[in-house]
């Protein structure tokens, strides 16, 4: 609604302290809901919003260094390939206050080695388009480096059983949530709405635990879950170790059908 696109002007705003002069990079697709999460707050504090064709790591350094670029924001791949390209230099990217990371978990090897080039500028945001965020803040990365944050002001968030009911901290549960831009339903479909929205909750279908502090840790996606012998198997543990290996920059591990286990990962 137009509503909830006028809460992403302010929301991100705040949230990645944007101000009139900032210069936003945006080098991906403007037809992804990711891309108003700074474009909005771009426009409605008027600053200036770079857009490139398309993803381009070496054109995208140049930008950030020829332009004084504040603020940027990519998905994992992107992040990867800024790191690996040939001009990447983090001295003449000094300009920069933000490096944000959406849409995927970023593996902590990745999250490490932008956090040692460029420290004290790393966000993280998980959400769902529908209407539901955390931002890990660059200031709390050092403490909390393997959470995806805590929900920004107005927004509320728990993580449930099976039965909806709370789980107390370190226990894995369903991530739902609520706050301002959350959808008031799907177009012309009642039936994933009901699904998706339950007394005012929206349901994500992620699983993760809050800390003591509220930070959110992702776990897995619930269908992505793999029971091997009556045990839990979350693809995202054996995804950190996989890539720590020199020879893999990218993993991705689901379950198969086995005789002996019922479900066994494979990478």
């Given amino acids: ?30 037809v992804f809901n990711g891309a108003f999460l700074t474009m909005m707050p771009a426009m409605f504090l008027g600053a200036t919003f770079i857009l490139h064709k398309q993803f381009d790591a070496e054109h995208q350094i140049e930008t950030i260094a020829e332009e004084k670029v504040t603020h940027t924001k990519m998905v994992p791949s992107q992040i990867i390939a800024m790191l690996n390209a040939p001009n990447f230099d983090p001295a003449q990217m000094q300009s920069l206050e933000m490096v944000g990371s959406v849409g995927a978990p970023l593996h902590l090897e990745h999250k490490e080695a932008l956090n040692q080039a460029l420290p004290g500028r790393f966000y993280e945001l998980y959400g769902l388009t529908e209407g539901f965020v955390t931002i890990l803040d660059k200031l709390d990365y050092d403490a909390k480096k393997s959470s995806v944050g805590s929900p920004p002001p107005f927004f509320e968030m728990r ?31 009642p039936d994933l709405t009901a699904n998706a929205l339950r007394d005012g909750w929206l349901h994500s279908g992620d699983l993760g635990y809050v800390d003591e502090d509220g930070f959110l840790y992702l776990v897995d996606r619930q269908k992505d879950l793999i029971i091997s012998g009556g045990v839990n198997v979350y693809p995202r543990d054996i995804e950190e170790i996989v890539v720590q290996h020199p020879a893999v920059q990218e993993a991705a591990v689901f379950g198969i059908p086995d005789e002996k286990w019922g479900e066994t990962p494979i990478a």
């Fill in 1 to 30: 609604t137009h509503a909830i696109r006028y809460a992403y002007c302010t929301i991100f705003a705040a949230s990645y302290r944007m101000t009139p002069e900032s210069v936003v990079l945006h080098t991906g697709s403007l």
């Fill in 159 to 189: 993580i449930v059983d099976t039965a909806g009911n709370d789980v107390p901290p370190h226990t894995v549960g369903e991530i739902v949530g609520r706050g301002p831009i959350t959808m008031p339903g799907y177009y012309k479909r």
